[in-house]
Each structure stands twice: as structure tokens, then as C-alpha cells.
């Protein structure tokens, strides 16, 4: 078999191409200052359904305000890279009572340090209500010293002077999700 | 240091698979008989230079290279990372391997039939990662109703030595075939493979989001990897490891070379028919289970205050099940299969045109295939070779491959033999070396024996 050329040659050639090929063109490895990823992640939170039992004691009287907390599942290392919180509260009331909704921040000592606004207020037989609620950036930092989240409820007074009753069928129902806004930066 | 990190990281992702495919079935070199233990070679005795008769490293990554992120380009590197993240595969992988020979020998027996035999350490990584966790980490769970799955997370690490001794014996005038015996010594092992689950979030009849983990069936081995008390990786405990006192395994080479025509050639091996059974230092983790959350109910009962989080928690350890485990344990050895046929042709003529030596051919076409099969990857390469012989003492490869990393690998190799003396350098994706940053990919394997030639 004949090559048009001698094969050796076209051979060295190649590598001494190669060879001389051999580079890299401009990086910047700097550039990883400037990168940033921004993440949202989404989880469910409280939900409640209550009925008219909940704002009555023992004796059957009307209770305005009753409350509840839950223990805060802060995790710390996240502290640098979480930019906004996001709550998103959806609200329903069949009582013809208007409720009012506060999640407060407790600390270690149980001092409450942070109220969530503004106040969820839920009209008196109001069909499906969204409220959105954000915690701005610069009281992020307030999360990280939280221990507890308080949640308390007001029922207003009726202004036609009714109360309410155990066999009353009215509802009053909250259901509630968060977005953690991340910003990973300088990694 | 972070940032060092993580360009080191891409930088050193650049290339894998095991596929050497300059140097199977080139030059006759000692080193093909790791390849395929029924090569044909022509020496009458071989010894490798101790710790340099091969030094084979290989890396890759598919998703993108270190250039697509980090080019001095003028365009912002956060839309370099969106890109890479939008063409982001539905699995992508990550390999290293590397080995180097620390002894390396042969010699020709009576019947003609070739024993070689050596030591070499090997340092292997794999990772195989889904585009979902990729989306999880990057846009987070907003999109309701998507799974997040590990279906095809997988992941294996590992670094042993490996004792060896074969034999290549010519069968007939057509057949030369062979087989390696090989004991395994592992210093350290951790692997994952055929995980299930997935994490997804979905409306939720009571709250506004349910979320799921569904069908979660994870498990890491490792081996070596947490010491017992008083032990210490120092380099007394690794050198212990690698010659024997480690967990040991055994494996199996065969190949064969095969003439079915004057100057056709067919040849085939399948390597590392094997296993290592880990029992020292074992320590896995298993986590198992379905878990869905609504949210915290609120119940709103100041007589009987409810430990929502604790609840919370209680409910998903006795759901998702998290086991620690001590039992030993065995992995078979990803099998690799070569398999080529060429065609040689071209002799050599003094200046009266005669025959120099009727055995000989200068040229050699060929095509080659390699596969490597495993529970935590397979993998399937193929390439178009020209092999050549420059000079009696320097011989050359040029190789074609087509594999996941890419349709453009080009490869090359040199071997030079002067007297007893041989070099050889072997090289892929040689296309990239005008911008090394950004190749996927890449390959080499140098070595240098010497070589007493077989006078018949």
C-alpha cells in the first residue's frame, strides 16, 4: 500500500502539532467571589381546625384568647445563607366572630423577641383568605435566637352580644406554609 | 481554602472509565498483558523500573468542564453556573482512577507460553449523581408535585493493592489465550448502589402542603473508613493494608488473541472476574422507610400542652428507620471487557526490494471495544485505531474513541525500545490540549521496562 506521503512524517507531525498545541486559554478562578445561588425551599407548617369547644372552658363561658407553642427546629449553620422567610397563611371562618391570629418569637428565657407582621385578622364568615407574610432581611438574624414559636388566638366579641356555644357548628380553619429564601454566596 | 476546594475538585473531574485504549493490544508492551492476558508479546523476559513500568491516571466528569464555569469570558459566572445546571443530564458521572505499578516482571517458559507477574495499587472513585438532587440543592422544592428522586445516586471509593501472576500460551498457530490470577488487598472501600426514594411535596388535604419521602432504601458500606480505637491511618496502617492485612479478594483475567485470516487479528479479554470481602473496620448505614408530613396540627389545649417538634421527631425515626450496621460484607469487582479486530498490512523492503522480515507488518487498522459493568455504573466505549511502526526502535498509536465523555476523543501513543531499554507515553483527548480546561476528560499512562526480545 502506497501513501501519498511518507507516514512517518505525517505522524511526527501530528504529534509535534499536538505537542505545540498544548495550552489553556484564560480562566478566572476569581470569579467564584461573584457566585451566588439563590434557593427556595418550601415546607408545610401548622394547620388548625377549630371549633367552637376551643373558646369555652369548663363552665361553658366564652374564652377570648387562647394560645399554643411549638419548639423551634432552628438550625444554626444555616445562619449565613438565609436571606427571607415567606410565610403564606390561608384562613376560613364560618364563626360569625372575627379572629385574630399572632405567631410570636420566643427566646431561651421564654422573652418573646420577634411578632410576626402584621397580625393575621380573620373576618367573621369569611370564605377562603391568602395573607402573606415576610420576615425582611435584616431580622433574619432574630430567628437563630429563637427557641419557641407562640401562636395565639383572639376571638372577638360579638357585637350583638350572642356567645357562643358547644353545639355551635362553625369552624374557624388555618392552613400555613414557609419559603426559606437562600442565597448561597462566596462559596 | 473552600474556593481551592472546589477548583481542585473540577479541575481534578476532568476524565474516567478504566478504558485504555492506546495501550491494549500496543507495541507488544508488558503492560497489555494487564489488558489482556492472552496478548501476544515477543519477549523473552521483562522487568518494569520499579514504581514507574506504568503510571495510569485517568478523570472525567460529564455534566460540564472546569472552562464552561470558570472561562474569562466577561459573562457573569451565575449564568454560567444556570447553564451548566440547565444542561445537566438526567444522570451524570464522576470518576478517578489511578494506579501505579510498584513491580512488574515476566519471562518466557519452556513451552514457549509467556508468565508475568507484579504488584500495583489502585485508587478508584466513582459518583454518580442525579440531576435531581442537582435541582434540589440549586432551585430548591418549589415545584409541587415534582420528585426529587436518588433512584440513581451511586457512589464508590476505594484504594487497594493488587498481587498478580498470568500466563499467555500459544494454544495453535491461530489462538493464543491466557489468564491472570489476582489477589486484592483493600485498604479502604465505601460504596453505595441501588438506592430508591424520592422526597416530594403535593396539595395537602389538611394543611396547604403535604410532603413525602417515598420508598427510601439507602445504603452505604464503607470498609477502613472508621477506624477502631488505636488504630491510625498512618503510613505504617496503609502499607499493612495494601500487602495483605487488609480485606482480601480475588479475581480472575482471560483474553485471547486470535489470527482467523493471515493478517487479521481478533482479540478479547474480560478482567477483574471477582470479589472482595470486606470485614475489617465495617461500619454501614442503612435508613429505610415512608414518611409524610402535613405540618404541626394545632390542637390549642392548655391542659394538655402537645411537644409538637418531639412528636414530630419520634414519628419520623420510627418511620424512616436509620441503622447502623457491622456486618461484613462483599462487592464484586466492576468486570471490564476489551474486544478488537484489526487488520495489518504495509511490510518493509530494503532498497533491492526484499522482504526485510515476511512476520512483520508496519501498519496496523483497527477498530476496539470497551465495556465496564457494575451495579454502581456500566460503561461502553468504542474506537477506530491506526498503529504504526515508525522505526525498528519507536512504534506509534493513533486512536479514535467514542464514549460518554465525548464523540471527539483522540488519542496517541509512543513506544520507544533501544537495546534492552523501553518508554512508553500514551495519552487521550488529545483535541482538548489547546484548552485543557475544558475537557471532560482525559487519560495518560506512562511507563518504562526493560526488555529482552524473543529471538524466534
Known amino acids: 500500500m502506497k501513501f501519498f506521503m511518507n507516514p512517518n512524517k505525517i505522524i511526527a507531525t501530528l504529534i509535534i502539532l499536538f505537542s505545540l498545541h498544548s495550552c489553556t486559554k484564560d480562566v478566572d478562578f476569581n470569579q467564584l467571589d461573584d457566585a451566588n445561588i439563590h434557593t427556595t425551599y418550601l415546607v408545610t407548617l401548622v394547620h388548625l381546625n377549630l371549633t367552637a369547644i376551643k373558646f369555652l372552658n369548663e363552665f361553658n363561658q366564652e374564652i377570648e384568647f387562647t394560645q399554643d407553642v411549638i419548639q423551634a427546629p432552628i438550625e444554626v449553620n444555616s445562619e449565613p445563607y438565609l436571606e427571607k422567610v415567606e410565610f403564606t397563611v390561608i384562613t376560613e371562618n364560618t364563626f360569625d366572630r372575627n379572629f385574630t391570629f399572632n405567631v410570636i418569637f420566643y427566646n431561651e428565657f421564654n422573652d418573646p423577641i420577634y411578632f410576626l407582621q402584621p397580625v393575621i385578622t380573620v373576618p367573621a364568615n369569611s370564605s377562603e383568605l391568602i395573607t402573606v407574610i415576610e420576615i425582611p432581611k435584616e431580622d433574619i438574624a432574630v430567628i437563630y435566637d429563637t427557641k419557641y414559636f407562640g401562636f395565639s388566638l383572639f376571638l372577638s366579641q360579638s357585637t350583638d352580644g350572642s356567645v357562643l356555644s358547644a353545639s355551635d357548628i362553625a369552624t374557624l380553619d388555618l392552613k400555613s406554609s414557609v419559603k426559606l429564601f437562600f442565597n448561597y454566596k462566596k462559596l | ?456
Open chain 2, 1 to 456: 481554602m473552600r474556593k481551592l476546594a472546589i477548583v481542585i475538585f473540577l479541575v481534578g473531574a476532568v476524565g474516567y472509565s478504566q478504558n485504555k485504549q492506546v495501550l491494549y493490544d500496543f507495541a507488544g508492551l508488558p503492560q497489555t498483558l494487564l489488558l489482556n492476558p492472552g496478548a501476544e508479546v515477543d519477549n523473552k523476559f521483562h522487568v518494569g523500573f520499579p514504581l514507574i513500568s506504568q503510571i495510569s491516571v485517568q478523570a472525567g466528569f460529564t455534566g460540564f468542564s472546569v472552562y464552561d464555569i470558570f472561562a474569562d469570558d466577561g459573562i457573569n459566572i451565575n449564568t454560567k453556573i444556570r447553564d451548566a445546571v440547565n444542561n445537566y443530564g438526567t444522570t451524570e458521572f464522576m470518576a478517578f482512577n489511578q494506579q501505579l505499578e510498584v513491580l512488574s516482571g515476566g519471562f518466557r517458559l519452556k513451552n514457549n507460553s509467556y508468565l508475568s507477574f507484579g504488584y500495583y495499587q489502585e485508587l478508584d472513585f466513582l459518583a454518580k449523581i442525579p440531576r435531581d438532587i442537582v435541582d434540589l440543592f440549586y432551585d430548591g422544592n418549589t415545584d409541587i408535585n415534582r420528585r426529587y428522586s436518588i433512584n440513581k445516586l451511586a457512589f464508590r471509593a476505594e484504594l487497594f493493592g493488587v498481587l498478580h501472576v498470568g500466563l499467555s500460551k500459544r494454544i495453535n498457530n491461530k489462538l493464543q489465550a491466557g489468564a491472570r490470577f489476582k489477589i486484592y488487598s483493600s485498604v479502604f472501600n465505601a460504596s453505595t448502589k441501588l438506592n430508591t426514594g424520592s422526597f416530594y411535596t403535593e396539595e395537602g388535604t389538611n394543611n396547604m402542603y403535604t410532603q413525602h419521602l417515598e420508598n427510601v432504601n439507602f445504603l452505604m458500606q464503607t470498609s477502613g473508613v472508621f477506624l477502631d480505637n488505636g488504630e491510625d491511618a498512618d503510613g505504617s496502617y496503609v502499607k499493612s493494608k495494601f500487602l495483605f492485612g487488609g480485606d482480601l479478594g480475588l479475581g480472575l483475567d482471560l483474553g485471547f488473541t486470535y489470527h482467523p485470516k493471515k493478517q487479521w487479528i481478533a482479540t478479547g479479554s474480560i478482567l477483574d472476574i471477582g470479589f472482595v470481602k470486606y470485614s475489617k473496620n465495617v461500619r454501614s448505614y442503612s435508613v429505610k422507610g415512608d414518611y409524610e408530613v402535613e405540618g404541626f396540627q394545632l390542637i390549642f389545649d392548655p391542659n394538655n400542652p402537645e411537644d409538637y417538634w418531639n412528636d414530630l421527631k419520634d414519628k419520623f425515626d420510627n418511620s424512616i428507620v436509620l441503622d447502623t450496621l457491622y456486618k461484613s460484607y462483599i462487592t464484586l469487582r466492576p468486570v471490564k471487557l476489551n474486544g478488537s479486530i484489526s487488520y495489518s498490512f504495509g511490510q518493509e523492503y530494503d532498497d533491492c526490494r526484499f522482504l526485510i522480515n515476511p512476520k512483520v507488518y508496519l501498519n496496523k487498522v483497527g477498530f476496539q471495544l470497551y465495556s465496564s459493568v457494575s451495579a454502581v455504573h456500566s460503561y461502553v466505549a468504542a474506537t477506530l485505531f491506526f498503529e504504526r511502526r515508525l522505526s525498528k526502535h519507536l512504534q506509534t498509536k493513533i486512536t479514535y474513541t467514542a464514549d460518554p465523555y465525548s464523540f471527539s476523543n483522540i488519542g496517541a501513543g509512543l513506544s520507544t525500545q533501544l537495546g534492552i531499554f523501553n518508554a512508553y507515553f500514551v495519552a487521550d483527548n488529545l483535541l482538548s490540549l489547546h484548552n485543557l480546561y475544558d475537557a471532560k476528560s482525559a487519560s495518560f499512562q506512562l511507563g518504562v521496562n526493560f526488555i529482552i526480545k524473543h529471538k524466534n
